[in-house]
């Protein structure tokens, strides 16, 4: 099994330009989250779907990121306009079910540097 | 709402000591418990979870954390530890109840550093 896939790895943009993270889940799960890390926030979920539709988003900070899922297997995190305090580690992760003990399986993270 | 407290930022331990992480949450129920690694550069990997039953759960890389209700805590310790096992833990929640789904909410996490 491939694991959780994110591209890019590292990202480095300039203020104000459009960054778009990329997603694949495990094949198979149907519940797919987007984490933010930074020093000092830590570890944020910003939105999580199920079987491709949104069910919380109340973690993504403004209005200048949003996320799609258009069908089982992509996810797309996006940032529009992009700022320098938007630099992180952004983490996808997937599960099969949503119940409260099953495991979320994370990628390898895309680490976002803006300039 | 619930919150996860890891006391420790930075935890340095010579190889082939004992290694205890703490973890301590908030939450009106007993919630679902994980212990993640995060080596460097990586995602995070499970090492163990509590779910219900046993208090202590055995995880992989011979990991093994207690649930104690009382204390609200779920530490996380290894007999002996390897050079390899340096890196950074997290403990997580996980609510009970349908509505929140598998929602997981991170402590801040403790780094382990590893002496030769």
């Known amino acids: 099994d491939a694991g959780v896939i994110q591209s890019p790895r590292h990202e480095v943009t300039e203020m104000g330009q459009e960054v778009t993270l990329r997603c694949k889940p495990i094949?198979?799960?149907?519940?797919l989250f987007w984490y933010r890390q930074t020093m000092m926030r830590g570890l944020e979920l910003l939105i999580y779907?199920?079987?491709?539709?949104?069910?919380?988003d109340s973690g993504m900070p403004e209005d200048r990121f949003s996320a799609k899922m258009p069908n089982a297997s992509f996810s797309t995190l996006k940032i529009q306009p992009s700022e320098p305090r938007d630099s992180a580690v952004y983490f996808c992760?997937?599960?099969?079910?949503?119940?409260?003990?099953?495991?979320?399986?994370f990628g390898p993270g895309t680490r976002l540097l803006v300039l | 709402a619930q919150s996860v407290t890891q006391p420790d930022i930075h935890i340095t331990v010579s190889e082939g000591a004992s290694l205890e992480l703490r973890c301590n949450y908030s939450?009106?129920?007993?919630?679902?418990l994980f212990w993640y690694v995060q080596s460097p550069g990586q995602g995070l990997q499970l090492l163990l979870k509590?779910?219900?039953?046993?208090?202590l759960v055995q995880g992989i890389k011979g990991f093994e954390a207690e649930f104690k209700r009382s204390q609200s805590s779920f530490n996380l310790r290894k007999p002996s530890v390897h050079w390899s096992d340096a890196a950074e833990y997290f403990c997580a929640v996980g609510a009970r109840w349908e509505a929140a789904g598998n929602k997981l909410t991170f402590g801040g996490g403790t780094r382990v550093l590893v002496k030769p």
């Open positions: 094949s198979g799960h149907d519940y």
């Open positions: 779907f199920n079987n491709n539709v949104p069910i919380d």
């Open positions: 509590y779910f219900s039953g046993d208090t």
């Open positions: 992760a997937s599960s099969l079910g949503g119940r409260g003990d099953e495991t979320q399986y």
């Open positions: 939450y009106g129920a007993t919630p679902y």
